[in-house]
């Protein structure tokens, strides 16, 4: 069965300085993986999202993840943080091993990332 | 256009009420999604539609949750019986349709509390 672990439950950063937020899967197929934003008392944010093309995604905000199949990992980065990017993040595993109506996304518990100025 | 919403914003119910909580969906999205979101937990997937129809329901955590879709568009969720554990925020969202590859759109949220 899938899942996903995402590694620190909280993360803190200067403003200014690179953004790793970890996230490990688990998947018996071919997975699309997905990494969604929460802000305070705003509702869910795509970010980017990996479907098996190119493994270096770049989504919204100048943030990436790469997909890296023998780690199953799809960590989250980012080369310089900002006060903005305070939020709590998911990761986020589609697996496409049973079609029709079996396939599920299995979500993150969530990391909190705060940005210290 | 307008995006996903949900109503009410907020529900305060007493234990063993039950309570209806309201999804519209952006126009045009056949596929709608319910999560539940508890305090410092992840997003738990209860159900999804496609058109009107639910193919899987297993993510419901008790029969006392329901949930329907007419007209492939506005869905309702119902809680019968409600527990002090069913307080959380429920979340809607959209997407075209039924596929991994498709955004979804979520709505805003409805915090529900059972004292």
């Known amino acids: 069965a899938q899942s996903v672990t995402q590694l620190d439950s909280h993360v803190s950063v200067s403003e200014g300085t690179p953004v790793l937020l970890r996230c490990n899967y688990s998947s018996s197929y071919s997975p699309s993986l997905f990494w969604y934003v929460q802000h305070p008392n705003k509702g869910l944010q795509l970010l980017l999202k990996y479907t098996s093309a190119a493994t270096l995604v770049k989504g919204i905000n100048g943030f990436e993840a790469e997909f890296k199949k023998s780690e199953t990992s799809f960590h989250l980065t980012k080369p310089s943080a900002h006060m903005s990017d305070a939020a709590e993040y998911f990761c986020v595993v589609s697996d496409l091993g049973n079609a029709g109506n079996n396939r599920k996304l299995i979500w993150g518990l969530g990391t909190s990332l705060a940005v210290n100025p | 256009g307008a995006g996903v919403s949900q109503s009410p914003s907020n529900k305060v119910t007493e234990k063993g009420k039950d309570v209806e909580l309201r999804c519209d969906p952006i126009?045009?999205?056949?596929?709608l999604y319910w999560y539940r979101q508890s305090l410092g937990q992840g997003l738990e997937f209860l159900i999804y539609f496609q058109g009107n129809s639910a193919p899987d329901k297993s993510g419901l955590p008790s029969d006392r949750f329901s949930a329907e879709r007419t007209g492939g568009s506005v869905s309702t969720l119902t809680i019968q019986r409600t527990q002090q554990e069913d307080s959380a925020v429920y979340l809607c969202?959209?997407?075209?349709?039924?596929?991994?590859?498709?955004?979804?759109?979520f709505g805003p949220g409805t915090r529900l509390t059972v004292l």
């Open positions: 969202a959209s997407s075209l349709s039924y596929s991994s590859y498709n955004e979804q759109f």
């Open positions: 126009s045009g999205h056949t596929a």
